[in-house]
C-alpha cells in the first residue's frame, strides 16, 4: 500500500544558493550537470558514478524534481539550500490537491522508487503547501566532499 510523507517544513537556519526552473524531463541532465558543479566545483563524472555524497545530493535532487514534473503542475522549480554543514533540496511544483506518496513495495523496472530514495538517502524528507507544494530532503556532506569557497575578490 502507498503512504505519505510526512507534512513537515525544514529548518529555517538554511538560505538558498541557487534555483533551477524545469519545464521538462529533458532538462534533468542539465540540472544533475549544475548542481553537481555547485556542490563540487566539478562537473559530474560521464560515467554518472553515484559513490560520492554530493553525487547522491545530485540523485535525490534528479528524483524529486522527476516526480515533481510526473505528477505535478508546471512550473517545477528546484532550490539548493545549505546551513553551511547540510544541504536541503526543495523541489516545488502546483499541484497543491495531492500529498506526495511513497510507492509500496514492487519490482524493479515498474518506477516510482523517488520518494523511497530520498527517505533511505537524506536525513530527513518532508513536505509543506506554501506558493505551491514543496517536497524537501535534508542531507548531509562531509567537508571534503564540497568545494572550497572562493576566494574573495582582491580589492585595489
Not at 26 to 46: C, I, K, N, V, W
Not at 94 to 105: I, L, N
Amino acid at each position: 500500500m502507498d503512504t505519505s510523507i510526512a507534512s513537515s517544513r525544514p529548518p529555517e537556519s538554511f538560505h538558498v544558493v541557487r534555483v533551477w526552473q524545469l519545464d521538462s524531463i529533458d532538462e534533468l541532465s542539465t540540472l544533475r550537470t549544475s548542481l553537481h558543479l555547485e556542490l563540487t566545483g566539478r562537473p559530474l563524472a560521464p560515467d554518472g558514478a553515484l559513490a560520492e555524497v554530493p553525487e547522491k545530493i545530485v540523485l535525490v535532487a534528479s528524483e524529486l524534481a522527476t516526480n515533481a514534473l510526473r505528477h505535478g503542475r508546471p512550473p517545477t522549480t528546484v532550490q539548493l539550500l545549505t546551513d553551511g554543514d547540510e544541504y536541503i533540496i526543495d523541489v516545488i511544483d502546483q499541484d497543491t490537491s495531492r500529498a506526495p506518496v511513497v510507492a509500496a513495495p514492487r519490482l524493479p523496472g515498474d518506477g516510482g522508487f523517488g520518494l523511497v530514495l530520498a527517505q533511505r538517502i537524506a536525513l530527513d524528507v518532508g513536505w509543506f503547501v506554501e506558493d505551491g507544494k514543496h517536497v524537501w530532503a535534508r542531507l548531509g556532506v562531509p567537508r571534503e566532499a564540497v568545494a572550497p569557497p572562493l576566494p574573495a575578490a582582491a580589492v585595489p
